[in-house]
Nanobody, 124 residues
Framework: QVQLVESGGGLVQAGGSLRLSCAVS????????MGWFRQAPGKEREFVAAISRSGVGTYYAASAKGRFTISRDNAKNTAYLQMDPLQPEDTADYYC?????????????????WGQGTQVTVSS
């Protein structure tokens, strides 16, 4: 079993930044591609970014490209999502997910394990 714990969410003004962390335990972290998803109130979950298990390959939603950066530290068993600059439409619960294998994926159905989420609120 793999456990994922997100942290780093909070309230920030538009134009500000946050770095989300996803700490993974229970299995060999470097065997898993990682993804970040978000779900805003009243909306469906949507893909944000993903990274291969080596960290070399990254993939972004159009809404995140150029503003968000996904990364990972396999020595620390942690994935990150740097978000800058944030906009009010980025307000959502953010979830990290782990997918066994090397390839990042945009579909939530491709992921095996999920965290509980961390809330991000961006005020205008």
């Amino acid at each position: 079993q793999v456990q994922l714990v997100e942290s780093g969410g909070g309230l920030v003004q538009a134009g500000g930044s946050l770095r989300l962390s996803c700490a993974v335990s229970g299995r060999t972290f470097s065997n898993y591609a990682m993804g970040w998803f978000r779900q805003a109130p009243g909306k469906e979950r949507e893909f944000v970014a993903a990274i291969s298990r080596s960290g070399v390959g990254t993939y972004y939603a159009a809404s995140a490209k150029g503003r968000f950066t996904i990364s990972r530290d396999n020595a620390k068993n942690t994935a990150y999502l740097q978000m800058d600059p944030l906009q009010p439409e980025d307000t959502a619960d953010y979830y990290c997910a782990a997918r066994f294998g090397s390839s990042p994926a945009a579909s939530g159905n491709e992921y095996d394990y999920w965290g509980q989420g961390t809330q991000v609120t961006v005020s205008s």
